[in-house]
């Protein structure tokens, strides 16, 4: 049985807001960004794209009502970040990063892929 891999979560674009739209979020492209230069990620972590409209049941399950943002990564069980710069949050017992910086970084370094400059 493969081990258990990265899950990230990023809004899928073309949605609507207010009124708004098609949109696209601006820290899920940033992510996007790195998967398109690096495409090995998407075989080293499971994507997966989220609708704009709440409940995010995948967020909600894994992280609780209260954490439903988007780009989010969470960290496979067990998973220690190779760069010992970065402390992940913590919610429901699951180790996550919210802030698309701090993804890419864990991304990068994790996966040995190259660093934002």
Do not use: W
Request: net charge negative; hydrophobic share 40%.
């Amino acid at each position: 049985m493969p081990a258990a891999k990265d899950q990230l979560y990023l809004l899928a674009p073309g949605f609507y807001n207010g009124g708004l739209g098609p949109l696209y979020c601006g820290d899920s492209v940033a992510v996007e960004g790195l998967l398109s230069f690096c495409p090995a990620l998407r075989d080293q972590v499971e994507v997966h794209y989220l609708p704009f409209a709440r409940p995010r049941a995948p967020l909600v399950e894994a992280l609780g009502e209260d954490r439903q943002s988007a780009p989010v990564l969470i960290l496979a069980d067990g998973t220690t970040p190779a760069d010992g710069g970065l402390t992940p949050r913590t919610a429901q017992g699951r180790l996550y990063f919210d802030d698309e910086r701090l993804i890419r970084r864990y991304l990068s370094s994790q996966y040995d892929q190259p660093m934002a400059g």
